[in-house]
């Protein structure tokens, strides 16, 4: 199993970004996707996450509003798109797939991350 994510970078405070994330080796559409955070210093935070058929999707509260995760199977694809992003975004941001977990107890498979900053 691989997870990629792909789309981080610098960014000024108050831009958009928008991360993928590539899954492979496993059956996506049967995985709970979602992206957690670490900042330096700090311990890995959920994010969030979007169950197999993309219908229900759930956040974290300092993320509420701003972000939103989506899906495509066909593409074996995970999305976070992130506006108004603020200083304390930034972190390295992962993805994970779990089968049978969603939310921040979710976290079976882990991609390798990727970095968000945002300057203010």
């Known amino acids: 199993v691989q997870l990629v994510e792909f789309g981080g970078g610098l960014v000024q405070a108050g831009d958009s970004l928008r991360l993928s994330c590539a899954a492979s080796?496993?059956?996506?559409?049967?995985?709970?996707m979602g992206w957690f955070r670490q900042a330096p210093g700090k311990e890995r935070e959920y994010v969030a996450a979007?169950?197999?058929?993309?219908?229900?999707?759930d956040y974290a509260d300092s993320v509420k509003g701003r972000f939103t995760i989506s899906r495509e199977n066909a593409k074996n694809t995970v999305y976070l798109q992130m506006d108004s992003l603020k200083p304390e975004d930034t972190a390295v941001y992962y993805c994970?797939?779990?089968?049978?977990?969603?939310?921040?107890?979710?976290?079976?498979?882990w991609g390798q991350g990727t970095q968000v900053t945002v300057s203010s």
């Open positions: 979007i169950k197999r058929n993309g219908a229900t999707t």
């Open positions: 080796g496993l059956i996506f559409s049967s995985y709970n």
């Open positions: 994970t797939a779990d089968r049978l977990r969603v939310g921040a107890t979710m976290g079976g498979y």
